[in-house]
C-alpha cells in the first residue's frame, strides 16, 4: 500500500467511525507522514478531544502547530502535553516538551 492508499485508507475508515479515537489517531500520523500539516492539526484535534492521551499526540499537535508557525498554539500543546505526560508517569517525554517550548 503506497502513501495515498493508506491516506484514502484512514480517510474512509474515519468517515466510517468518526467517534473511533484510535482511527483519528492513525490518520493523524499518515497526515504528518504526507506533510499535510494543516489537516493533522484537526485530526490530532478531534483525535484529543475524544481520549485522554498520554502525552504523545500532544507533542505531535506542538511539533506540527510549531512547523506551521504558530508558535503560541504550539505551546500550548506542549503545556498540555506536559501535564498528561507527568500525569501517566512519562518525565521523560515531558521534559522533551519544555525543551521543545524554550526551542519556540
Known sequence: ??????????????????????????????????????????????YLSLSEDEGNAWGRLGDALARLG?????ADAYLA??????RHGHTGMADEFRDAIERL
Do not use: H, T
Open 70 to 74: 504558530r508558535p503560541d498554539e504550539a
Open 1 to 46: 500500500m503506497d502513501d495515498q492508499e493508506r491516506l484514502e485508507y484512514f480517510a474512509r475508515m474515519v468517515r466510517e467511525a468518526p467517534e473511533v479515537a484510535r482511527v483519528r489517531f492513525a490518520y493523524a500520523n499518515e497526515l504528518l507522514r504526507a506533510e499535510r500539516l494543516d489537516d493533522a492539526v484537526v485530526e490530532l484535534r478531534s
Open 81 to 86: 502535553g506536559i501535564d498528561q505526560a507527568e
